[in-house]
């Protein structure tokens, strides 16, 4: 698969001390399945790891994380056709993900949803990792399935 039409992004399974997951509502979306974990581009010239605590950061308030893995290969998901946007209006079919899980170290008052100019959640919670495929939008549902299997072992038993 040629992944050059994928644009290159990050994402974050932030795991608590109990094993739940972070999830975060999509501001200004409308639907059920609105609720995902922090991700996001890459910036020129950063390494992913620091592109993935910079958009934790960013997205959640988050920088009380230790890493506890990342996935090896790049997970791919392609936009729906109907999609509009600026992502597409730049060309990309798709995105394609290095995942990061990491463990929250901090307390519950460290998150903070306005800590970047852009607003990407309206609400959090913290949830079971085996709910995510059932909480995303339909295109990323392949995706967030390869991410669950990734990190099973790191979130509580069901």
């Given amino acids: 698969m040629d992944l050059s039409a ?10 608590n001390r109990q094993g739940q997951v972070w999830y975060g509502r999509r501001a200004g979306v409308v639907g059920t399945q609105t609720w995902q974990f922090p991700q996001g581009g890459i910036d020129d010239g950063e390494e992913l790891l620091q592109a993935a605590r910079r958009e934790l950061a960013e997205e959640t308030g988050v920088h009380s994380a230790t890493l506890l893995d990342q996935t090896r290969d790049w997970i791919v998901y392609d936009f729906p056709e109907d ?6 209006a730049k060309g990309w079919r798709g995105q394609k993900q290095i995942w990061f899980a990491m463990r929250f170290e901090g307390e519950d008052s460290e998150i903070d949803l306005e800590q970047h100019h852009e607003i990407e959640f309206d609400a959090w919670r ?16 392949a995706a967030y399935e390869q991410v669950v299997a990734a990190f099973a072992r790191f979130g509580a038993p069901a």
């Fill in 126 to 141: 913290w949830g079971a990792l085996s709910e995510a495929p059932g909480l995303i939008v339909p295109f990323k549902r």
């Fill in 6 to 15: 994928y644009r290159p992004n990050v994402g974050v399974v932030l795991f």
């Fill in 83 to 88: 999609m509009i946007g600026k992502k597409i």
